[in-house]
T-cell receptor, first 113, second 112 residues
Framework: EADIYQTPRYLVIGTGKKITLECSQTMGHDKMYWYQQDPGMELHLIHYSYGVNSTEKGDLSSESTVSRIRTEHFPLTLESARPSHTSQYLC????????????FGPGTRLTVL | GQSLEQPSEVTAVEGAIVQINCTYQTSGFYGLSWYQQHDGGAPTFLSYNALDGLEETGRFSSFLSRSDSYGYLLLQELQMKDSASYFCAVRDRNSGYSTLTFGKGTMLLVSP
């Protein structure tokens, strides 16, 4: 079944740790996105990709990095987690014919102590 | 830059009709999308308008007026399961029309 997956769903980690949030999609979409969303707030775009070997920074300044080595995989890495990184991180993808319909993964809720 | 305005909260009763408005300021506007997000869940796509007028999809309809920089989402025959946050999002010249900018969201509370 075509879908978009994120792991882990929940992560509690100490300050200074390096973490990687995983995102994979089986829909064959070329475009993928990472958003940050605090509870009850809007989604902020932090990274996006047009396709393999393409990565761009979004509107929200972020200390994270991303890579796109395979079409289906778009991991996000924080080299040194801080309490200010505590948030929900949502991964999304969209097909070549539509930028408007994005399909979202279930999200990773990150808490940095 | 872009800005989108939508009410923070709307309340209604089951069976009623509710309208959630969205006004926007962007450069090179291309289209307006609507997403639904239940508490603790992921956003899901509802509708998209690029041209003026009303688009209907079942109980949900979306309207756009490009000249007024305004759109709305209309929900009919409200059900309890419609309680969720609703986000409008624009696609515009920023980032070469390839990304969406989301509003702050409207929390819809449907009561019995």
């Amino acid at each position: 079944e075509a879908d978009i997956y994120q792991t882990p769903r929940y992560l509690v980690i100490g300050t200074g740790k390096k973490i990687t949030l995983e995102c994979s999609q089986t829909m064959g979409h070329d475009k993928m996105y990472w958003y940050q969303q605090d509870p009850g707030m809007e989604l902020h775009l932090i990274h996006y990709s047009y396709g393999v070997n393409s990565t761009e920074k979004g509107d929200l300044s972020s200390e994270s990095t991303v890579s796109r080595i395979r079409t289906e995989h778009f991991p996000l890495t924080l080299e040194s987690a801080r309490p200010s990184h505590t948030s929900q991180y949502l991964c999304a993808s969209s097909g070549s014919e539509s930028y408007n319909e994005q399909f979202f993964g279930p999200g990773t809720r990150l808490t940095v102590l | 830059g872009q800005s989108l305005e939508q009410p923070s909260e709307v309340t209604a009763v089951e069976g009623a009709i509710v309208q959630i408005n969205c006004t926007y300021q962007t450069s090179g506007f291309y289209g307006l999308s609507w997403y639904q997000q239940h508490d603790g869940g992921a956003p899901t796509f509802l509708s998209y308008n690029a041209l003026d007028g009303l688009e209907e999809t079942g109980r949900f309809s979306s309207f756009l007026s490009r000249s007024d920089s305004y759109g709305y989402l209309l929900l009919q025959e409200l059900q309890m399961k419609d309680s969720a946050s609703y986000f409008c999002a624009v696609r515009d010249r920023n980032s070469g029309y390839s990304t969406l900018t989301f509003g702050k969201g409207t929390m819809l509370l449907v009561s019995p």
